[in-house]
């Protein structure tokens, strides 16, 4: 549906309940709503005329902020999600509430006479309920837009438009049957919290363990895998899914490798024209990777008040967090001497730091970054000035 046709519609609606909501004062003689609760004649006058004022103003403002939000998404996501944003039913509905509501006030001020004391209650006490309701919106409409403009929020938009175009075009078939041992999730999303004694109180009233299929942090489509059940069968834990939340994007509650994930996004981008933001990033990288080297990492496994094991689930261990940290932008060293001593720095610090155990995924993305930047160079002054620790990567 175009954009206009929802607006549009409002519009002569607002038109046809003005008139109608005035029609309803006149037949009461003005007298149905009392001026305590409207105001007077010249009050009621100033307010209406205010919020119509108001709202035109409101109306192009949030039209030219659309228009830049449209071009925003074209240059940096992609010109083919225009019409998804363009057929987004609620801001439809937003911009023509504020429409309506800006023709309904229009009548309503025809209709008051200063001269006669005349002030049309019912339909001044209706312009001022939807002046409070477009505010209201236009609060939801700027929350709305703001996360419909993450990455997350487009995709998302486009995905559920998918979702429904499948369900008008495609035949609904008798899905395959589950296996008597598999929680399916309800619905497709990011796992963002996990209600760990939930689980385990509700394996240890059933006899049975729960192994979590994804982490935390994962995206789970609808109907996938969510939980398997040992020692029992899935309906004996009916209702096992509500203990994990499903999201639409990440959160860094619970999931501290998604911080990790927004700091390499970073680096990575920044590297082949702004190799010096990449460092900036490299610095906190390597500030919460070195917080992290002494810690112990939780193990997974998750046990009822007798000590009977109820719960396991996937958890990301030291090696997994130093290939997150370093992998990408190690791979955008080579064509950097600053980054590439940047990384190298944090590296060996990190690598002096850390426990025994820990050093072996250290010590090999070093290796890597050695041979990678041998490759891109070809002199070994080059070579060696590239290869020089350096806590700022000027060497």
Known sequence: MRLWVVPVACLAAGLLLGVGTVAVDRAFDYGLIPHGVTGGPSAAQTLLSTIVTSLVTLISVVLTVMTVAVQLAMGQFSPR?????????????????????????????????????????????????????????????????????????????VGDQLHVEIEQRFAVSDPPPAAADVVPAPEAGIVTAIDHAGLVALASRAGCRLTLQVRMGDFVAGGAPLLRVSGGDAHGVAGAARHVSLGDERTHDLDPAYGFRKLVDIAARSAADDPTTTVEALHRIHDCMRQLAPRAFPSGRHADAAGTLRLVEPVRDWDD???????????????????????????????????????????????????????????????RAALAADAQGLG
């Open 81 to 157: 999600i225009v019409t998804a944003l363009l057929r987004d039913r609620s801001n439809q509905l937003a911009f023509g509430l504020f429409s309506g509501t800006c023709v309904y006030a229009a009548v309503g001020i025809t209709a008051i006479d200063d001269q006669s004391g005349q002030v049309p209650g019912l339909t001044v006490l209706l312009a001022y309920l939807l002046a409070l309701a477009s505010l209201a919106v236009l609060l939801l409409y700027v929350d709305r837009a703001g996360q419909r403009l993450r990455a997350s929020g487009l995709i998302d938009l």
């Open 321 to 383: 967090y130093v290939l997150l940290a370093f992998e990408e932008i190690r791979l955008a060293a080579p064509g950097s001497p600053q980054i590439a001593r940047r990384v190298r720095f944090a590296l060996r610090d990190l690598a002096a730091i850390a426990p025994p155990e820990r050093r072996p995924p250290l010590e090999a993305q070093l290796e890597l970054l050695d041979a990678a930047v041998r490759r891109h160079l070809d002199d070994d002054r080059d070579v």
